[in-house]
């Protein structure tokens, strides 16, 4: 919705970037209020392994992953082995001073045909995993849907492409409201509905791997980039609302909980201050944010959206745009870097929906311009997390804000991750600055807990705090510099963040 005041806004925030607005630097955790809650991440096959163990059923990634479609060719067939490790992984997460953890449930293991049995095996771990994280006083935080549903159900009606994945679904978020809902407070329903579509069915760099030419990045052997994605969005939107209403018709009062939906945020700069850029810029945010959060917030998608990918874009009846509108309690974003945006004339022919979002962009400002989804390079922007903040908060009613997913990469075998360290201090700074400007910010999530295998890149690089030894079969876990350095900050309120480390990880007050 590109009213006035949020062109104001955008405006605003761009004039304090120019002028060098920064992050608070020095901080200590009590500077943040007592219920905001900081955590860590992992996702269920990213995590578990554990693939054709207890009855669980192939996902879409297992399939995808077993036909050669990652860089390093891995697999998440064990992964971190974490459903066999996580008794272990919770009391390292306890002695990590860990106050939140956000796990997803794998689809897959929990319902192994897509709807009906539930899998006695994948419900006891799941119980178990929760019951060690209340037992060690760890808010619990469930992403029920991270990318990987049961490739039956790809199979037998084409998965996301189908609106009969919406009564599965919801009968999928049902089983969990019902048997962890005691112990569950904060629910997030899918993953990403932003990105997910594009890397499945429109790039084909994620499971199920559709796409058609030309804008394939690989070569699929199915699918339709100009249409899939949008089908595949308006189902997960639908999806959630279903959820959503479910659970305050039939759980919310006794068990007071709440359910969100995660977005993938980039912030953005106009290239230049033209008119055209800065127009471009908003366009951006309008297809990024906008196209799961206006239907959510306002019943329906961006007028710029409807536009510029018209008959393409599937259309919400009355009914459709009532039931989808406000069945949301809070907002959740993962957040890794910012890009530069400039104007770029709507393609004529085919579009997919990077020709449609019409603009160049680029991880800096002397960077080539590319018009995919994803820049090269990304240079650290702590400001970036900050008035995405402040911009979910002025545009979407207020909604609370959880910062999912924060983090940086880095190669495995690197344990002294000092960069690592300097980019949570600053995101986590620019986070509480966000907070003092009115960002209604509840939570902070590192990405991720520990390595874990990357839809990206396998096993080349991880964001974890704590290392896994993948080359060995036991999984063996290894505290980073990071992770001595998050505990730290978590427990003790008298450290400051713009200290300098000393050998143990931690920070001398200055």
Known sequence: MASFCLFLFLLLLLLLAAHGAAPVLGFTRSDFPPEFVFGAA?????????????????SVWDTFTHAGKIADKSTGDIASDGYHKYKDDVK??????LEAYRFSISWSRLIPNGRGAVNPKGLEYYNNLIDELVKHGIQIHVMLY??????????????????????????????????FGDRVSYWTTIDEPNVGPI??????????????????????????????????AHNMILAHASATRL????????????????????????????????????????????????PLVFGDYPQVMKTNVGSRLPSFTKSQSEFVKGAIDFIGINHYYSVYVNDRPLKEG??????????????????????????????????GLQFVLQYLTESYGGLPIYVQENGKASSNDILDD??????????????????????????????????????????????????????????????RLSARWYSGFLKNNDIFVQSKIDDKGLVARQ
């Open 146 to 179: 991270h990318l990987d549903f049961p490739q039956v159900l790809d199979d037998e009606y084409g998965g996301w492409l189908s609106h009969r994945i919406v009564e599965d679904f919801t009968e999928f978020a049902d089983v969990c409201f019902r048997e």
């Open 92 to 97: 390292l997460m306890a002695e990590t001073n």
């Open 418 to 479: 000092t960069d690592r360290v300097e980019y949570l201090k600053s995101y986590i700074g620019g986070t509480l600055t966000a907070l003092r400007n009115g960002a209604n910010v509840k939570g902070y999530f590192a990405w991720n807990f520990l390595d874990i295998f990357e839809f990206l890149g396998g096993y080349q690089s991880g964001y974890g705090l704590h290392r896994v030894d993948f080359n060995d079969k036991a999984r063996p876990r290894e505290a």
């Open 42 to 58: 992992t996702s269920a096959y990213q995590y578990e392994g554990a693939v054709a163990e207890d009855g669980r059923s192939p």
């Open 350 to 383: 085919i579009r997919d929906y990077a020709a449609d979002m019409s603009v160049y962009q680029r991880g800096a400002r002397t960077d080539p311009a590319t018009s995919e989804y994803l820049p090269s390079v990304y240079p650290d922007d702590p400001e």
């Open 199 to 232: 890397g499945s069915y429109d790039s084909g760099i994620f499971a199920p791997g559709r796409c058609s030419e030309p804008f394939g990045v690989t070569k699929c052997t199915a699918g339709n980039s100009t249409v899939e994605p949008y089908i595949a």
């Open 247 to 294: 659970y305050r018709e039939r759980y919310q009062a006794v068990q007071k909980g709440v359910v969100g939906i995660n977005v993938y945020s980039f912030w953005t700069y106009p290239l230049t201050n033209s008119t055209a850029d800065i127009a471009a810029t908003k366009r951006y945010q309008d297809f990024m944010f906008g196209w799961t959060l206006e």
